[in-house]
């Protein structure tokens, strides 16, 4: 090279000048390409000016020695500079596209489907050697490891969320009754007992399998007698100003025998947790304004029920699940199969104990009886006149001629229970109902100390006298015969329903009298009762007595008979007078 630029300058200078201008334009690009990568350029950049002294040194040797060629080699030496950067920016280049490579197989790790946590790798600086890089690929070979099996569910799930209800909204319940302190306090306690017991009832449940009825009445009756501390305590606390979070409790406290409802416990918590509303409404109602810690309480207690209705729909569906693989109690389970698979075959019939050849011989002896023709009567008897019961009296007063002994014996054996069945007499009272049964030829039956609300039933009485004082709400007699009434004054009404021979007087008032499907019924009525309504149907030989001033009675019967004619559209019904 030196020695062309020695013969030619001129050539050698325009080659010069012909590199120097694609040298500049790789340069610029070269300064582009620096601005986006890392410190690494600036180091290299650094390191180039050290290493340009000594070549410089042995330029200016060259230049001396031969002063031909100083632009020449000028050009060379200003060339040279931006020779380095362009090799260490090739370099990098490569090593960027190395790291990008790594950034693409760990973005496809990172995003497979499978949920694996993995620490996130951190990436080293730009390295200017390969053993840096090469380090970090090992990481995401671990990354593409499959992930563990996942472990198998609990087994106790259903207990598990029932231990959630007394955590959660439960316990929120037992610390505001606390705050609230006094009777609901002392409630709360009850209440949590019972939780109590019925989570070791469900805990239970996971661990035998389902025991006979008798045995588990007998594993609920902690439970069951917990509910009735629960509602007593809110009777023998009528008085309390907290009546109403006590009625709360007390009416809705029967959901917990949802594990004794074997199709829709779930439904019957709701029932539970409504008929409880109307007393917790109350509290809402009342403490809305004065304590916000009445309110939270209701809200909780209701949160409860909710959340044990929405435990059972996941978890017992259609009833308590009996989840448990151990030995049931006695009578639990059915006895095991006999080993051996198959039961023992039954044992052969006999088949010479069916004679058939002796059968074949009675149906042959019929045939040939049937086939004699009219000597078939032949070895029938005469019946005398002294043998036939419609000309010998003396016969008549045995059984009939067509029942055998044995079958009157049956008819009087049949006869014996019927009589024995007769049922005990019934005379009390129910609450504000007075039951009045199976009484005969009693005339002294006496209803006193009734009140307005009272009803008075009378059922299957015979030839009995009832005698009311006192105003009650109704009187019904059903299904009586030849039985009299008696009384003061009722509120709605008297009532006959299928009944034979009665008979009515009334002292006071009485507002209607309803007759159906009776039989001789005569009814005597006072002053007081002149405006009374009398409905009838399907009755007869009905008679209306009426008080006139003489106190004699003036009878008139109810009819019995109508004409029906038809007007247009329309029907008309009159009655029809009776003409004897």
Known sequence: MFSCCRSNPKAGKREKEKKNEEQEDEVQ????????????????QKESPNEEEPQNAEKQTIEAHNPAADEGTRANTDNEPEAKPTAAVEHLESICERLETLVDRLERTLTAPQPIELPTPTLPPPPAEEEEVEEALPVAEKVETPPPPPSPPSSNMSVAGFEDIVAGPLSQYLALSAKIGGDVAQHAELVKSAFGFQLQYVTLATQIAQPAQPKQAELLKPTSTQISAIQDFREKHRSSALFNHLSAISESIPALGWVCVEKTPGPYVKEMNDAGQ???NRVLKEWKE????????ARAWVQTLTELQAYIRQYHTTGLVWSGKGAAPAGGAPPPPPPGGLPPPPPMLDLSALKLDSAGDDRSALFAQINQGADITKGLKKVTGD??????????????????????GGSNAAAAPATAAAKAPVFERDGKKWIIEYQKNNTGLLVENAEMNN???????????????GKVNNIVFDSCKKCSLLFDSVVASVEFVNCQSVQMQVLGSVPTVSIDKTDGCQMYLSKDSLGVEIVNSKSSEMNILLPDASGDYTELALPEQ???????????????DSLG
């Not at 059922?459 to 004082?469: A, I, M």
Request: aromatic share 8%; with cysteine; hydrophobic share 30%.
């Open 29 to 44: 690009a070269t300064e582009k390409g620096e601005s986006q990568l890392n410190g690494k350029l600036a180091e290299i």
């Open 455 to 469: 009803v008075v039933y009378v059922f299957r009485c015979e030839g009995s006298t009832l005698t009311v004082k």
């Open 290 to 297: 004065k304590d916000v810690k009445h309110v939270e309480w």
């Open 278 to 280: 109307f007393y917790t």
């Open 562 to 576: 109508y004409k029906t004619t038809i007007a247009g559209k329309t029907l008309k019904t009159v009655c029809v």
């Open 387 to 408: 043998m036939q019961t419609h000309k010998n009296p003396s016969l008549r007063t045995g059984p009939a001629p067509f029942k055998s002994p044995a079958q009157s």
